[in-house]
């Protein structure tokens, strides 16, 4: 199975759609959105599971509403908190913004998971600490450091594509 990352999409639709597109073509049957996301954003992905037949995990990132998560919307085939944590294909994931260093460092350290997807940087990286894969796709908007990217991995070959837009 693919998962699609994307992350810091900031509520921009246009890319954000090409984003989409691009993690479609290349095989994704999931997407991971790893915070700051926007309003508009979160329609165009729930949009886009209910057209693709997908489910997508959603992380509140700091520029996203952060209301009281009990009572947040959840839209058509989208999980939105702030750590959000899941098995798929035998491996536990969890993603989380990454604005709060305690939470992000205790996922990474914890050696519970297999992957950590974050964001907020804006920074496409791939890294391992002990067993657990820590990335992130960077940002199809306003990146740093790097192109727009977005990024696929292939749960069953541990493949990471960082992908260009």
Not at 30 to 37: A, K, P
Not at 118 to 138: I, K
Not at 159 to 164: A, D, K, M, N, R
Request: glycine letters at 8%; charged letters at 20%.
């Amino acid at each position: 199975m693919k998962i699609g990352l994307l992350s810091d999409t900031h509520n921009h639709l246009p890319e954000t759609r090409r984003a989409l597109d691009l993690l479609l073509e290349q095989g994704a049957a999931h997407l991971v959105h790893c915070g700051d996301v926007g309003e508009d954003v979160l329609d165009l992905l729930s949009a886009t599971c209910m057209e693709h037949n997908i489910r997508a995990h959603v992380a509140i990132g700091n520029c996203d509403s952060r209301q009281d998560e009990a009572y947040l919307p959840q839209p058509f085939g989208i999980e939105r908190g702030t750590v959000l944590e899941w098995v798929m294909e035998r491996k536990s994931c969890v993603v989380l913004h990454g604005d709060h260093a305690h939470p992000l460092a205790n996922a990474i350290e914890s050696d519970q998971h297999d992957f950590v997807f974050t964001g907020h940087t804006h920074r496409a990286a791939d890294r391992r600490v002990g067993h657990t894969r820590v990335l992130n796709p960077g940002s199809p908007v306003r990146p740093r450091g790097g192109p727009p990217s977005v990024a696929l991995l292939d749960l069953t070959t541990d493949e990471v594509s960082f992908l260009t837009l």
